[in-house]
């Protein structure tokens, strides 16, 4: 993969990245807000909801953005783009739509 390319994929990367932090901050101050159960505000059910589908969010954004920076890491050290299982290229289609996949297309649809 050459330069150009690489630094397309690191452009997306770091904007998703700055995106997700973004959302990872408004959603842990809304979070730490939700009244508790001791709190003086009443604590119902739909407000329970919400906390746990912000909870949910907030930790499948978390995992994200530790998926976009060790993208980021193997761009640094050069292994970009390259399927960590059986170590061929993976598709730039695949990479267009997931820049920080780990694994090739045959790699990830085969459950092991
Ligand atoms: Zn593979």
């Not at 997306?12 to 101050?29: E, I, P, T, Y």
């Amino acid at each position: 993969m050459n330069r150009s390319k690489l630094n397309k994929y690191e452009q997306k990367l770091v904007s998703m990245l700055v995106r997700l932090r973004g959302d990872v901050q408004f959603l842990a101050s809304e979070t730490k807000s939700t009244p508790t159960a001791d709190g003086i505000e009443p604590h119902d059910f739909v407000a329970d909801d919400l906390y746990q589908a912000d909870q949910m969010l907030l930790s499948n954004e978390v995992n994200l953005s530790e998926e976009i920076q060790g993208a980021l890491d193997r761009l640094a050290m050069g292994k970009f783009g390259v399927c960590e299982k059986c170590g061929e290229g993976i598709a730039e289609q695949r990479l267009d739509a997931i820049p920080y996949a780990r694994r090739c297309i045959a790699c990830a649809s085969s459950v092991s």
